[in-house]
């Protein structure tokens, strides 16, 4: 059973920084990407950023320049440096796991951003 497991999250005022981490443990063979989404209350859930096992990385729009991506191959972790947060960055956010046979998500953790 693959589980993914996120923490970092919390309350941060606006212009702060926090960092999510996401730790995985069961069998996993093979991975194609790890990453990262949230969802704001009453909206659907949307990209934030993903890194490929080869390092290739994308962000959403609204990220790039504030939030960085990055990851231990070996270790099957990935993390989220969030700068410069604002308050329309406050959401749950979802780690993510796609291996060959599927994909797999986090419990999520509560970022808000408020003064």
């Known amino acids: 059973q693959v589980q993914l497991v996120e923490s970092g999250g919390g309350l941060v005022q606006p212009g702060g920084s926090l960092r999510l981490s996401c730790a995985t443990s069961g069998s996993i063979f093979g991975i194609y990407t790890m990453g990262w989404y949230r969802q704001a209350p009453g909206k659907q859930r949307e990209l934030v950023a993903t890194?490929?096992?080869?390092?290739?990385?994308n962000y959403a729009d609204s990220m790039k320049g504030r939030f960085t991506i990055s990851g231990d191959n070996a270790a099957n972790t990935v993390h989220l440096q969030m700068n410069s947060l604002k308050p329309e960055d406050t959401a749950v956010y979802y780690c993510?796991?796609?291996?060959?046979?599927?994909?797999?998500w986090g419990q999520g953790t509560q970022v808000t951003v408020s003064s």
């Open positions: 890194r490929t096992r080869g390092g290739s990385i």
């Open positions: 993510y796991l796609n291996t060959p046979i599927g994909g797999y």
